[in-house]
């Protein structure tokens, strides 16, 4: 249905083409057992990843800095869990985690096959709240970086998603306007509505099974992309 409006697709990188929950699961049983931390991995995750999502929500509201979420969301965790810990050894995780995750490489289900079918009849393109200096890595070693025209950040634009700026700026270095734009992503705040706020169209993909909206589209799997473009 848009297959005559959209000359650009914009993706959204964590949580819908890069599997983060997966790869940060991989990413903590190797750093935890590494240092011998004496929490189990189902119990330390059943309390990172809500809390992760909460300082997420916070670092995009631009209020709290990146060195923050990155030491609150672990102290939070041993904290509720009761696990004493120093915050040396909480800077050292927080920064393993950092450098050890974008070594993992797991994408969602039909990731390669939509790339290949629309990166001949489309320009593609990424715009990601993710940090600058992994971002690139993660697309590398997945081996999904050159599908990508375009590669927009949030410490490049200056702002998070769903601030207008950070897709402003995605426009301007893909040299296109809104109403030939396409973003497909996870987040309804950040994704969808930052980018429809925009003028742009816009895919939810629904990879956590949220609730139904009437935004714009939903799809749970990739591949349903073809259906729309």
């Known amino acids: 249905m848009y297959k005559k409006l959209v000359t650009d697709v914009f993706f959204d990188l964590d949580h819908t083409l890069w599997d983060f929950e997966k790869n940060s699961e991989l990413t903590f049983e190797k750093i935890l057992a590494a240092h011998n931390i004496g929490v189990t991995l189902n119990d330390f995750l059943q309390v990172y990843v809500p809390a992760n999502f909460v300082f997420w929500k916070l670092y995009r509201e631009e209020k709290i800095t990146k060195e923050e979420l ?4 672990l102290r939070t965790v041993f904290d509720k869990l009761g696990h004493p810990i120093d915050d040396a050894t909480i800077n050292l ?6 450098h050890h995750l974008s070594s993992q490489n797991h994408l969602f289900p039909n990731t390669i096959e ?34 990508f025209d375009q590669v927009i950040n949030s410490e490049m634009a200056g702002v998070k998603k769903p601030n207008p700026r950070i897709f402003e700026l995605a426009l301007n270095k893909a040299g296109v306007t809104s109403k030939k734009a396409m973003m497909i992503g996870d987040s309804l705040e950040a994704d969808i509505q930052g980018a429809l706020n925009v003028g742009f ?5 629904n ?13 749970h799997d990739l591949n349903e992309i073809k259906t729309y473009l």
Do not use: V
Request: charged share 25%; hydrophobic share 30%; aromatic share 12%.
């Open 207 to 219: 990879s956590d099974n949220g609730p139904d909206h009437d935004l714009c589209a939903m799809i």
């Open 70 to 73: 990155r030491y609150q969301r």
């Open 93 to 98: 995780l927080a920064d393993e985690y950092i």
């Open 114 to 147: 939509i790339l290949e079918y629309l990166k001949p009849r489309y320009k593609l393109h990424i715009i990601t709240n993710g940090f600058q200096e992994i971002q690139d890595k993660k697309l590398q070693n997945s081996n999904i970086d050159t599908y």
């Open 201 to 205: 169209h816009a895919l939810h993909f």
